[in-house]
């Protein structure tokens, strides 16, 4: 029989429906008085059980599918379940409390209850009812659900859905909601899983009833079971009844067609939204539809970790806002597309645009996708359209578009940023990367090159536009620079960068330029092996390398650099320019200017045609002067002596940001730690140069062995400092030479050597700070010394700011100098080094023939005289008695200064040879007719290099039967004459005595020397036809006397000379006849730089 739940009330108090209403006792008198029930009921009535009565609805409304209150109650039963079963996607906490009430006379709530109730809750004296209290945060609790032993479930009455229901707005609707109508995972759940616990437990036959109705809110629902093993218990039920029947799904997925399809795994896809449609009645996830429409700008600034409109925690993205920058940046020049991946550029060839993709969209995708998914079009001139088409998991696209426009000036949205039209003082980075080599070939560090104003004033270090190097997994790379001048920088990367991101502070948007590796030089299984001859000079360095036993290749740069792309070849180039552009556009110019001067050279491979001039790699560095650091590129560069004006601009260049730059030069030479330290530096450069060029003939590193050379003259401890250098260079891979060894392999590997016969070989490489000297005799090596004889000596000295160099003053002035590109190299006889190599030897010949050049000539003369005299007092010790032939080899650089009178550059004028037999022969004091014939080597300054790497592995082992002696007629107060000791015994004995030595003048072989030549050269037709023509030598007598006429002061200076050398080097490195002669040379200078 139905009957009220309560009784009719006339006058029922303002309450919140579903909650307990506290009456005084005064409301309480008042509000029985007004209910519609007999006298006898009032007295029964003492409080408002409404939760109770609303479990008791729950119970009449499931029995019967008639019920008005049916559908709605088991809808929300079905609500209750699906937000326990999908819990782990809600953005809610749920906890299990129960209440117990005992069967006590005194408690009249009781008592109502059980009259109010049917008998089943009279079975135990205790009644336990669980109530399931959901809460977003620890001050927002409510009741979600309660138990009940009739229907499971019961729902309290305010959470029917309203507007401003905003914890589940799409549960406890005003509509109920069919199973059918519900997600597919949580059907099969119902039908399957739930429904067969209840039914074998026999639990709640009225529930089981209407889920089971063919007719009922299950009606027409998937039926399939459920796996077990994606279902879980729910924690916050282990304590109740329900335990055991209810279950949360393990998955943290929603189902949808507009899920993100991408490549990177084990990661949940996000939901697209795009409100470039109306989303109102369209799928949304887990078969349901958007409840309302959603317009892109309320959801700009929406959490991205709450599906909007819902309660459910599911990540989303709105790609017009979270795949697209906010700015669009463009470039003034053309990107390189033959490196980057710039996607499709739409009706032109010229991509300009770095790419606006945030690094969201590099969260779901790989560099990889973006060609594909990205196009840029210029709609207008003033317009630029992006689109993306971004693949969901239906298997179809969505396209996104975002307009970008040139003249929203004061907007940070939708900007095009054309940074470039400030020209020179562009903020936009333009990049080159060294090497162009993929990560597979190469392992060291990679540099790039960077020109751009990015910062805001010279000094600080605040970014305009910073950079960001990322990799192909968009992690940041490690990197350090060094910032070279306003508008340049040098990065030193841990590895190779795949996304390079440009960030533009004022609008906070970026630009990406993306590189393809797939576009690099790749060396597939690099297998050959190589020797490599590494001869470190005074003014230039040579590199020699073989591979697999093939004739050696000597590598020096070209200055063949400027071009369409800038040497794509070379450097990754991320941007290119047109010819036009490089003919009038200053940035392509500058970044060439720059690259050359604080980078690397574009080639170390030769390239013999007319637009080029290969060049030796000359032994300078540049150290920033202000740092404690010699990182090879970052502080630290080697000035390429390219043949440009302009050249050489570092230190006015550096002046805009407080930087300065020292020149380090005599590198090898120098005892200073701080050389030394750049030496190593220096010669980490050109291997990393040298590293490249082998990869490129595919060498295997593995496979390379080194070869160094050092001068005879080198002391034990600048060898050992040298050895520990090389070590730490290139590990134990190297092997050392003497130079002087070296040369003598490079001539019997021309076969030019004699066999067979018992004529001399006398090899003189003449060098920037010392001439090597190898005596040879039919396999026989007899010497092989040094002498501190070499250009630096022959060019002149600076003293006091002045210089006395007849030979600097002499081509300083010619017109074809371009002295401006040299101007500012510290030190006249680097700038001299450079000089004499961007002219051709044409002019150098012309002008020494000329009537100019009779001081240079004489200087010439008298140098090479000199050194020929000592090798004569040398060979000596040579057993000569069967001799007929003499055969003088010259090598090294300062071979050219030998040959420039003749006209040739292999060939040594007739009459100065002359001259130079003559000094030989008495200095060696021949007592018979013996033939002396001279010769150039046509590789000049290469022959070193060439033979440590190509030399005769037998001849290399042999060593030398003789030793070098000093050459010189001292004594140390009253001892003998120790002219033919050696050096390292005359080291030992004068290491404390320098100050002691005294010189026979008498017997003096300088004196000797000076006697002869002055003799011989006074008697040639060639003094006496032309060099005499010149006022300054007219007078050879007196000239001597200038040179070693005052023997007291003369030997004051030898004295601080020897000392000088035991204190910098530990030997006297040198005979104490050429130590001599570097007296009496300056003193020649100095007379003829007066004289002009």
């Not at 609500?79 to 009430?101: P, Q, S, T």
């Not at 209840?198 to 796996?227: F, H, M, Q, T």
């Not at 910032?483 to 970026?510: C, H, M, W």
Request: charged share 25%.
């Amino acid at each position: 029989m139905a009957r009220y739940l309560l009784p009719k009330q006339q006058s029922l108090p303002q309450t919140t429906p579903g909650q307990w209403k506290e009456l005084s006792p005064t409301e309480f008198t008042t509000f029985v008085n007004e209910m519609e029930v007999s006298p006898d009921s009032k007295i029964n009535v003492t409080s408002i059980p409404s939760p109770w009565a609303r479990m008791l609805l729950f119970k009449e409304a499931i029995k019967s599918t008639n019920h008005l209150m049916h559908k709605e109650a088991m809808s929300n039963i079905l609500d209750v379940l699906e937000i326990i079963f999908y819990y782990e996607l809600m953005n809610i906490n749920i906890e299990y409390k129960e209440i117990k009430i005992k069967n006590d006379e005194k408690n009249k709530f009781l008592k109502i209850l059980y009259d109010l109730s049917p008998d089943e809750l009279k079975i135990n004296d205790v009644v336990s009812i669980g109530l399931l209290i959901a809460s977003r945060d620890s001050n927002d609790k409510f009741v979600l659900a309660g138990t009940s032993p009739f229907s499971l479930l019961f729902t309290p009455m305010n959470l029917k859905h309203k507007e401003g229901n905003i914890v589940f707005p799409r549960y406890f609707r005003e509509k109920p909601v069919p199973l059918k109508e519900r997600p597919q995972d949580f059907q099969r759940w119902i039908n399957s899983n739930f429904l067969t616990k209840l039914r074998k437990d026999g639990n709640y036959p009225d529930l089981v009833k209407a889920l089971s109705d063919d007719e009922g809110i299950c009606a027409e629902s998937l039926k399939e079971s459920l796996k077990e093993d994606i279902l879980l218990t729910c924690d916050f039920l282990l304590e109740s009844s329900l335990s055991n029947l209810l279950e949360k799904i393990n998955i943290k997925r929603i189902s949808s067609s507009y899920l993100l399809k991408h490549l990177k795994e084990n990661e949940i896809p996000p939901l697209v939204i795009d409100t470039s449609k109306s989303l109102y009645g369209s799928e949304y996830y887990n078969g349901y539809n958007y409840l309302q429409d959603f317009k892109y700008e309320e959801l700009k600034d929406s959490n991205r970790d709450f599906l909007p409109g819902e309660n459910i925690k599911y990540p989303w993205i709105l790609p017009q806002e979270d795949f697209f920058q906010p700015v669009l940046v463009k470039y003034k020049y053309r990107l390189n597309n033959n490196r980057l991946i710039l996607g499709s550029y739409k009706d032109s060839s010229d991509m300009k645009y770095a790419l606006p993709l945030t690094d969201t969209f590099f969260s779901y995708f790989n560099y990889d996708d973006v060609q594909d998914m990205l196009s840029i079009q210029e709609i207008s001139d003033k317009t630029v359209r992006v689109t993306l088409k971004i693949p969901i998991q239906n298997g179809d696209y969505i396209e996104i578009k975002r307009d970008y426009f040139q003249d929203l000036t004061n907007s940070k949205e939708n900007r095009i940023i054309n940074y470039d039209d400030r020209d020179i003082d562009t903020p936009l980075p333009h990049i080159m990367i060294w090497p162009p080599l993929h990560p597979e070939n190469w392992k060291d560090s990679y540099y790039a090159f960077v020109y751009g104003k990015r910062y805001k004033d010279g000094i600080n270090q605040e970014e305009m536009v910073p950079l960001e190097f990322k990799d192909q997994d968009f992690k940041d790379i490690n990197y350090e620079r060094s910032r070279k001048a306003d508008k340049i920088e040098i990065f030193q990367l841990e590895k190779l960068p795949t996304y390079i991101v440009i960030s533009d502070i004022a609008s906070n948007g970026k630009g990406l330029l993306i590189l393809n590796h797939k576009f690099l030089t790749t060396v597939m299984n690099p297998e050959k092996s190589a020797k490599v001859g590494i001869d470190f000079g005074t003014s230039h360095t040579n590199i020699a390398i073989t591979i697999d036993n093939s004739e050696p290749e000597v590598l020096k740069y070209s200055s063949e650099f400027s071009g369409k792309n800038l040497n794509d070849n070379d450097f990754i180039t991320l941007i290119r320019f047109s010819e036009p552009e490089l003919g009038r556009e200053q940035i392509p110019n500058l970044i060439y200017n720059y690259l050359k001067q604080y980078f690397l050279p574009n080639s170390l491979s030769e390239i013999h045609n007319n637009q080029s001039v290969d060049m030796p790699l000359p032994s300078m560095i540049l150290i920033e002067g202000d740092t404690d650091s010699y990182k090879a590129l970052l502080n630290t560069s080697i000035a390429f002596s390219k043949d440009d004006v302009g050249f050489f601009n570092y230190d006015l260049d550096g002046r805009t940001i407080k930087k300065t730059y020292v020149q380090q030069t005599n590198l090898k030479w120098a005892p200073q730690l701080i050389k030394q330290q750049a030496s190593k530096e220096y010669l980490r450069i050109l291997l990393l140069l040298l590293k490249y060029e082998l990869i490129k003939r595919g060498v295997d590193l593995k496979k390379v062995e080194y070869h160094w050379a050092f001068p005879k003259s080198f002391s034990e401890t600048l060898i050992n400092d040298y050895k520990k250098m090389w070590r730490e260079l290139v590990g134990e891979g190297y092997k050392i030479t003497d130079e002087s060894k070296a040369a003598l392999l490079y001539f019997d590997h021309k076969g030019i050597l004699p066999r067979n016969t018992p004529d001399i070989s006398i090899i003189i490489d003449t060098g920037g700070g010392s001439s090597d000297i190898s005596i040879w005799q039919d396999g026989q090596i007899h010497m092989l010394y040094s002498s501190l004889w070499a250009g630096m000596n022959l060019v002149g000295f600076e003293k006091d700011n002045v210089i006395y160099s007849i030979i600097y003053d002499a081509v300083i002035n010619l017109p074809s100098t371009k002295r401006d590109i040299f101007q500012n190299i510290k030190g006249f006889q680097n700038q001299l080094n450079y000089i004499l190599y961007s002219l051709d030897e044409t002019t150098l010949s012309n002008l020494a023939r000329s009537d100019s050049f009779y001081k240079i000539r004489f200087i010439i003369l008298y140098f090479y005289s000199a050194l020929l005299y000592e090798i004569g007092i040398q060979s000596r010790a040579i057993d000569m008695d069967n001799i007929k032939k003499i055969n003088l080899y010259l090598a090294g650089n300062g071979s050219r200064f030998a040959c420039w009178s003749s006209g040739a550059v292999d060939k040594i004028d007739e009459q100065e040879q002359e001259i130079y037999k003559q000094v030989i022969k008495k200095a060696i004091s021949f007592d018979k007719e013996v033939e002396i014939h001279t010769s150039s080597a046509q590789d000049k300054k290469r022959e070193v290099a060439i033979g440590l790497c190509r030399g005769n592995e037998e001849l290399r082992a042999k060593e030398a039967s003789k030793k070098q002696i000093i050459a010189e007629k001292v004594f140390i107060e009253a001892n003998s004459d120790l002219s033919n000791m050696t050096i390292d015994e005359f080291n030992e004995l004068i290491l404390q005595n320098g100050h002691n030595i005294h010189l026979d003048q008498n017997k003096s072989e300088i004196v000797k020397f000076h006697n002869t030549f002055f003799e011989v050269l006074a008697k040639s037709n060639l003094y006496r036809d032309r060099l005499k023509n010149n006022s300054a030598l007219s007078n050879l007598e007196s000239i001597k006397n200038i040179l070693i006429g005052d023997g007291g002061k003369f030997i004051g200076e030898l004295r601080g000379v020897i000392e000088d050398n035991i204190k910098n080097y530990n030997s006297i490195s040198s005979s104490v006849f050429i130590l001599g002669m570097q007296i009496t040379i300056n003193r020649l200078h100095r007379y003829l730089s007066k004289n002009q």
